[in-house]
């Protein structure tokens, strides 16, 4: 299988968003800071919405004896504490700063950037959608993901401006890399590329339930945002850490179980 058809998803992903950031600094400058408001509240809520729905896959998980609820609440915390050791969330804001420096963005560029980094590339379209493309070439779930976030990156840059666009950098190594890596380990491990075999996998429905909950920090930072009080946010960027921990920790209780 071809480069381009393993990436294919992926660039569809970040012309979307490139589309969607473009048309929201079009029309976001032309709306009244009101209507501004309300529509980052809105997207909020769908956030929330999302974040909700993913993260109830943790009742279908067990580690052995352990239920999914707790090793995804010790997830988060392991990977809060190993996030905020990395000082993710602050590389996260710093990287935001230096392109906001290098390509003269003003406004809320940096908080534009980080937001729609996490938003697109946390969520189980992310993963799986990464495995069918890098397995087989198929970019269908990619190709509806790009749907979702071009909508909301016109939403996200109508308020925050240009650094919502930059997060295509973000989704163009995360989701390429991930559908790049698919191929080489991915099928043993979670038992090929079928879609109906992934979002019943016990360890992609883990890491889909602590991506929830991480969808549901960055509601919140939104609706803070939403309301003018942004210094309140969730330092979400620190608990991605957990994505990572959580497989683990069910592998372990898995085996000390059994």
Avoid: H
Wanted: charged share 10%.
């Amino acid at each position: 299988m071809s480069l381009l058809s393993q990436l294919s998803g992926t660039f569809v992903n970040v012309a979307t968003v490139l589309l969607g950031t473009l048309l929201g600094l079009t029309l976001g400058g032309r709306l009244p800071e009101r209507t501004q408001r309300t529509l980052l509240q809105t997207l909020s809520l769908a956030v929330l919405f999302i974040g909700l729905d993913m993260a109830g896959s943790v009742n279908r998980v067990s580690g052995g004896v352990v239920p999914g609820v707790i090793l995804t609440l010790i997830s988060l915390a392991l990977g809060a504490v190993v996030g905020e050791a990395l000082g993710i969330e602050d590389r996260l804001e710093s990287l935001g700063e230096r392109l906001r420096t290098r390509f003269r963005g003003g406004g809320r560029f940096t908080e534009g950037f980080v937001a729609a980094s996490l938003l697109f590339c946390v969520g189980p379209m992310t993963v799986i959608g990464g495995l069918q493309n890098g397995l087989t070439g198929d970019s269908s779930t990619y190709v509806l993901k790009s749907v979702l976030d071009g909508i909301a990156g016109l939403a996200l840059a109508g308020v925050y401006g240009l650094g919502v666009g930059f997060s295509a950098l973000t989704v163009l190594v995360v989701q390429g890399g991930i559908s790049l890596a698919a191929g080489a380990f991915a099928a043993s491990l979670l038992g090929g590329a079928d879609p109906a075999v992934l979002k019943t996998n016990p360890y992609v429905l883990l890491i889909t339930g602590a991506g929830g909950l991480v969808i549901i920090g960055i509601s919140w930072n939104l609706m803070l945002a939403g309301l003018g009080f942004d210094d309140r946010r969730v330092r979400v960027g620190s608990l991605l850490p957990a994505l990572a921990v959580a497989p683990l920790l069910l592998w372990l209780a898995s085996r000390l179980s059994g």
